[in-house]
């Protein structure tokens, strides 16, 4: 009786499954800018160096995947009378889990790993006023490679039908910044910075028509551009950061 009532629903999933539209995109896609953190221009030091480590969590093409990762930064920045420069390395090691497919799908996986390294740069223009630093327009921008079985299954499954895969394992992201930050007694800082930019390359799988059919899937993945909500703090040398867009990062690290 389990047997007769199993096979019905295992039939169920594969016409569903395979009915469907699947879009996958790079791991970091939407999700590689993250927060540079700079001396404020009362700092003695106008000079530091950050390590920082966090983790990170998005949603995957379809609403129920999950992509979770842990990431590592290290950076430097300079702060000048009315202009910042920071400059840094990171690496990302995650997993991609599916609960899109169905386990009789031909391309059916539970955990992908994927793993990324790349440089990120940020600068600013800012003016100063009592305990703020007011950093009216700035840039961030960051580059990454990315390797591992998630990035080998997009390769795989691109040119399959009802799989549209973009298998680009590098990515150039860039946006305009703009940021408040305050210094408070006792060496303590906080910042509140929004970012608005775009993921360069083609982006063409993320519209609703690919090859003029439209797509059968719940949503797509947002288009090339997106925006960033950043929170900064600083006790001491030790920093606090949380980022907020279609993906959610905390990290903490320490200024030296």
């Known amino acids: 009786m389990k047997f007769k009532f199993c096979m019905p629903a295992l039939l169920l999933a594969f016409i569903v499954s395979s009915c469907s539209d699947h879009v996958y995109g790079p791991a970091l896609r939407l999700a590689d800018i993250a927060y540079m953190p700079k001396p404020i221009s009362t700092d003695s030091a106008k000079s530091a160096n950050y390590i920082s480590g966090g983790l990170g969590i998005a949603q995957g093409s379809h609403y129920n995947d999950l992509l979770t990762s842990g990431q590592l930064n290290l950076s430097r920045a300079n702060t000048f009378k009315h202009f910042n420069v920071a400059y840094g390395v990171f690496g990302v090691a995650g997993n991609y889990h599916n609960n899109k497919l169905a386990k009789i799908d031909p391309y059916y996986f539970n955990n992908k790993?994927?793993?990324?390294?790349?440089?990120?740069?940020?600068?600013?223009?800012?003016?100063?006023?009592?305990?703020?630093?007011?950093?009216?327009?700035?840039?961030?921008?960051?580059?990454?490679?990315?390797?591992?079985?998630?990035?080998?299954?997009?390769?795989?499954?691109?040119?399959?039908?009802?799989?549209?895969?973009d298998s680009r394992d590098n990515l150039?992201?860039?946006?305009?910044?703009?940021?408040?930050?305050?210094?408070?007694?006792?060496?303590?800082?906080?910042?509140?910075?929004?970012?608005?930019?775009?993921?360069?390359?083609?982006?063409?799988?993320?519209?609703?028509?690919?090859?003029?059919?439209?797509?059968?899937?719940?949503?797509?993945?947002?288009?090339?551009?997106?925006?960033?909500?950043?929170?900064?703090?600083q006790l001491n040398n030790f920093i606090t950061i949380i980022e907020v867009s279609s993906y959610a990062q905390l990290r903490v690290g320490y200024r030296f």
Request: aromatic share 20%; glycine share 16%; proline share 2%.
């Open 113 to 165: 790993f994927f793993g990324a390294a790349g440089g990120r740069l940020s600068a600013d223009y800012f003016i100063h006023s009592g305990r703020f630093d007011f950093r009216i327009i700035g840039f961030e921008a960051a580059y990454s490679n990315e390797f591992g079985s998630y990035a080998s299954f997009r390769k795989a499954v691109g040119d399959q039908e009802h799989y549209h895969a």
């Open 172 to 233: 150039f992201s860039m946006g305009a910044t703009s940021e408040i930050v305050f210094r408070g007694r006792h060496n303590y800082q906080f910042g509140l910075r929004g970012f608005a930019g775009g993921t360069f390359g083609n982006n063409g799988i993320y519209n609703h028509y690919t090859d003029g059919e439209a797509l059968k899937i719940e949503r797509l993945p947002n288009g090339p551009g997106f925006l960033t909500l950043a929170y900064f703090m």
